[in-house]
């Protein structure tokens, strides 16, 4: 990443100044990211289980003179019983043990659990079992495969009927396939997630320590809106009478920001241990600190997207730090990880992995086919068979049951009209909110932009075509269709014929 966002260059490479941040809350297609447009709780509702002396540790942290402007406020919300039933919850990236089975492709024997579990309380396989379509015995490999569509259509038909919900957290997953979904989490499924993030670093080489005077971790984004926050991290492990550590969500951007130099004026004041990121702001981090940002992170944690070994092999050249690739999607939580240049491995946790063909039929290990995806990790939302749309060849070693050749989602930027690069994912913002059903926008080597709409409701597409006109500042062509395009595997439904690293076709 970089120090300033001086990469504003047309597609030949020429530079050109840095816009003023722009502070203004967002449009109206936007709104949900106006500033603590949605923060109810007093922090000590959001920490239930942290001392006064922790809390005020949060509030002067979103009070630093540097700080990026705060979207929103937000806490783990952990209480004591939850801190002793995490206990010491630490994975390193191996399916070792876990209830599995000998053969590779059956199932962990927690999955006919769930599978029985599913039919009595949940209530799309209540209705199966009622229109006897399959019951509590059926074998995992004989029910049908839940797509993302299903969960946006009707999430509650996946959400148990037996579980309180007065702790749900809401997860957003804005996704590269259509409308967004919001997500019920449960405290302890996303403090486990840190759990397991920890054990991850710790098995990557890396020493993750609790450490009052720097920011534990820093989940960095680079779009031009999102939510930021500072939250502290009540589950990690540390001795007792240590502070606990400190993470916050901060966002590249330059409208983040109240002043010029107050990001890396800020970065190089948290310094954080660690950076979870996707490819694009990773590669902005990188520039930032090419232009001299002192940073100092323990380890760097890659997911959402596809990271190269070049991408790799800069993280160890510019930090000499290990990069955790960390493959999950927002339904299911963490899947596998990789913590060098080689395969993805199952994680050790109730996630169970089948690979199979476009007719849902396993295919033979070694062959390449769609990872889907089966897990019980989050109480509020248990998933059989959810298809990820990504593809991977599988196989089991001494290492457990390991992803090949994961292909997940690849990054895309554009081109604006100034030259500065743009993240795909401001796009998926504003066309979600525009009422698209699907869409591919494509920007030529000229800079020439192309949007195919598949609108929900009248007017949907021109809105659309206009949001993305003002977001790059060039003419949109449209291209208004009344079904999505077909596509092998995973819909690309943002592409570019410039290179994302060197702008050159």
């Known amino acids: 990443m970089r120090t300033t966002d001086g990469d504003a260059r047309d597609a030949a490479g020429a530079g050109s100044a840095d816009p003023a941040p722009d502070l203004t809350a967002p449009d109206g297609l936007l709104a949900e990211y106006a500033p603590m447009g949605a923060a109810t709780l007093a922090d000590a509702e959001r920490w239930p289980s942290l001392p006064a002396s922790d809390l005020a540790r949060v509030a002067r942290a979103r009070a630093h003179p540097a700080a990026p402007v705060w979207v929103h406020e937000t806490g783990d919300r952990l209480d004591e019983a939850d801190l002793r039933a995490l206990g010491g919850r630490h994975a390193a990236p191996t399916d070792a043990g876990g209830g599995r089975t000998a053969a590779p492709d059956d199932p962990p024997t927690w999955v006919a659990d769930l599978v029985a579990r599913a039919h009595a309380v949940v209530p799309r396989y209540r209705r199966a079992a009622r229109a006897g379509t399959s019951g509590p015995t059926t074998p995992l490999a004989d029910l049908p495969r839940v797509t993302r ?8 038909a996946h959400v148990p009927v037996d579980v309180p919900l007065d702790r749900v957290l809401e997860g957003t997953s804005s996704g590269s396939t259509g409308a967004a979904l919001r997500v ?3 405290p302890r499924a996303v403090a486990s997630d840190l759990l397991l993030l920890h054990g991850l670093v710790t098995a990557a080489g890396a020493r993750w320590e609790a450490d009052a005077d720097r920011l534990a971790l820093l989940n960095l984004v680079d779009q031009r809106t999102a939510f930021t926050y500072v939250s502290a991290m009540s589950a990690f492990p540390r001795p007792a009478g240590i502070p606990v550590p400190l993470m916050a969500r901060a966002n590249l951007d330059p409208s983040a920001w109240r002043a010029p130099g107050d990001r890396e004026r800020w970065l190089a004041a948290v310094d954080p241990q660690v950076v979870s990121t996707s ?8 520039e930032l600190a090419a232009e ?25 050249a510019t930090w000499d730090v290990p990069l955790v690739d960390l493959y999950g999607l927002r339904e299911t939580g963490p899947v596998a990880a990789a913590l060098d240049d080689g395969d993805h491995v199952l994680v050790d946790r109730r996630v169970h992995v089948e690979v199979l063909d476009a007719d849902g039929v396993p295919v033979p290990e070694g062959v390449r086919g769609e990872v889907v995806v089966t897990v019980d990790e989050n109480p509020y939302l248990p998933l059989l068979r959810y298809r990820t749309g990504d593809h991977a060849v599988l196989r089991r070693d001494a290492r457990g049951t390991v992803l090949v050749g ?9 081109a604006d009209a100034s030259g500065r690069w743009r993240p795909s994912v401001d796009a998926t913002q504003v066309l979600q909110a525009a009422g698209l059903l699907a869409w591919h926008l494509h920007q030529a080597a000229d800079g020439a932009v192309r949007l195919v709409a598949v609108p929900g409701h009248a007017g949907a597409a021109d809105a659309a075509a206009r949001a993305v006109r003002d977001w790059l500042g060039r003419p949109v062509e449209l291209d208004v269709r009344d079904r999505p395009e077909r596509a092998e595997g995973k819909p690309h439904r ?3 014929d410039l290179d994302a690293a060197t702008r050159a076709p």
């Open 279 to 286: 490819a694009l702001p990773l590669l902005h981090l990188l």
């Open 184 to 186: 019920p989490l449960h």
């Open 292 to 316: 001299g940002l002192d940073l100092h992170p323990v380890a760097v944690v890659n997911g959402a997207t596809h990271v190269t070994p070049a991408v790799r092999a800069a993280v160890r």
């Open 406 to 414: 994961l292909e997940g989602r690849a990054p895309v930027r554009f």
């Open 149 to 156: 569509a299903d969960l946006v259509a009707d999430l509650a």
């Open 494 to 496: 943002f592409t570019t």
